[in-house]
Structure formats: structure tokens, C-alpha cells
Nanobody, 121 residues
Framework: QLQLVESGGGLVQPGGSLRLSCAAS????????VGWFRQAPGKEREEILC????GYADSVKGRFTISRDNAKNTVNLEIDNLKPEDTAVYSC??????????????????WGQGTQVTVSS
């Protein structure tokens, strides 16, 4: 079973930046579209960005940038100018292999455990 692992979270001051990474335990992440999501306390999970297995994506959404590094078997999410309202658990997820970015949460098959991002001074 595919296992996804997120890393790079932590405590950051407002205005700072973070780079989150999503990796697959079996080295096959290049086969999958990968979506990044976040869920803040008391709020619904929201999709931030998704990148296809071929690297196609709306790669930038405001302060968020998604990219693939197939050599390292990771998909990265960079967040700039962090704000307290960005505090959340950030997770990556994949749909079935070689699917395009689904556009809805239910289509994602595998999820990582998430990494906590806390923005506070």
C-alpha cells in the first residue's frame, strides 16, 4: 500500500516562508498527480494546489507554489509570506496512478499523516 510522508512543517514567524515536501515510501510518486491540502482547527479541509504526474499544474496560487522533483521523488509546496491564518495541518494526497488532478477530495485514494504548520510570533 502506498504511503505518503510529509515533512517541512514547524513554527514560523509571520512573514516567513516554508517548503513542505511529500514523498512516497516506495519511490513511485512520479506516477501520481499530487494534491496539497490543509485543515485548520474547526474548519473543513481545503485543497491548495495539485500537480499532475507530467508536471502540469496551475503552479502558483497566491503565496503558494507547487513543484515536482522527480529525481528526489518529492512534490513540494512553498508558502511565502506566512500569516497566522495559514496555521493548519498540511497533507498531501494522490488519486489513482496517472490520473489527472481530480478537482475534488473524494477522488484522492491515499493520504499522508500531515505536517503541522504554526504561524505565530
Amino acid at each position: 500500500q502506498l504511503q505518503l510522508v510529509e515533512s517541512g512543517g514547524g513554527l514560523v514567524q509571520p512573514g516567513g516562508s516554508l517548503r513542505l515536501s511529500c514523498a512516497a515510501s516506495d519511490g513511485t510518486l512520479a506516477r501520481y498527480a499530487v494534491g496539497w491540502f490543509r485543515q485548520a482547527p474547526g474548519k473543513e479541509r481545503e485543497e491548495i494546489l495539485c500537480i499532475s504526474s507530467s508536471g502540469y499544474a496551475d503552479s502558483v496560487k497566491g503565496r503558494f507554489t507547487i513543484s515536482r522533483d522527480n529525481a528526489k521523488n518529492t512534490v513540494n509546496l512553498e508558502i511565502d509570506n506566512l500569516k497566522p491564518e495559514d496555521t493548519a495541518v498540511y497533507s498531501c494526497a494522490v488519486p489513482p496512478p496517472y490520473y489527472a488532478c481530480p478537482g475534488y477530495v473524494a477522488a484522492y485514494d491515499y493520504w499522508g499523516q500531515g505536517t503541522q504548520v504554526t504561524v505565530s510570533s
